[in-house]
């Protein structure tokens, strides 16, 4: 599988990149799974529900099916994170998965940039990341840079990088 990452700082517009790109990339035929990274506890599951139940009741892990999805939940339980890696090899085959987060892992990514979070360029200390897509110009940027909001360029840079 082919993997393509967006990343940021918080605010920084990475999540509707990603929604956007997704929509794009899927409209010209191709099939895009996404791996998103939390750096805070969360949980996709409701207190009260089966589901929770039986986590709370130590199962490792809980499959949760219907008619329209399924999602399984895999506790941890004091172990560590996984690596981007490990995740991936458990996700179906696609034409391309994008992930978002994940800043330190070595797979090539475009850093999303809004001026309003007042932060630096990853970019410019990060050689994982092979173009920027900004609000705005962006002096001394050696790499490509794109508008934000240009999301069919966006789509066609990420996939002639990926070979799609």
């Known amino acids: 599988m082919r993997v393509y990452g967006v990343t940021g700082w918080k605010n920084a517009g990475k999540t509707g990149l990603m929604e956007r790109l997704v929509c794009e990339i899927t409209s010209r035929g191709f099939s895009v799974s996404t791996v998103k990274h939390a750096h805070h506890s969360t949980d996709v599951d409701q207190p009260g529900r089966d589901s929770h139940r039986h986590r709370a009741a130590g199962a490792r892990e809980v ?8 999602a399984l939940m895999h506790e941890l339980r004091g172990a560590d994170e996984p690596p981007l890696e490990a995740l991936l090899a458990r996700l179906s085959p696609v034409d391309l998965v994008l992930i978002e987060g994940f800043k330190r892992a070595d797979h090539p990514k475009i850093e999303a940039h ?3 979070t007042g932060k630096p360029l990853l970019a410019l200390q990060n050689a994982t990341i092979r173009a920027v897509a900004a609000d705005g110009p962006q002096p001394g940027c050696a790499l490509p840079v794109f508008d934000l909001d240009d999301t069919a360029a966006i789509a ?7 070979g799609l």
């Open 114 to 116: 809004r001026a309003e």
């Open 156 to 162: 066609d840079f990420i996939l002639r990088e990926v």
């Open 63 to 70: 499959m949760l099916a219907s008619p329209h999805r399924w």
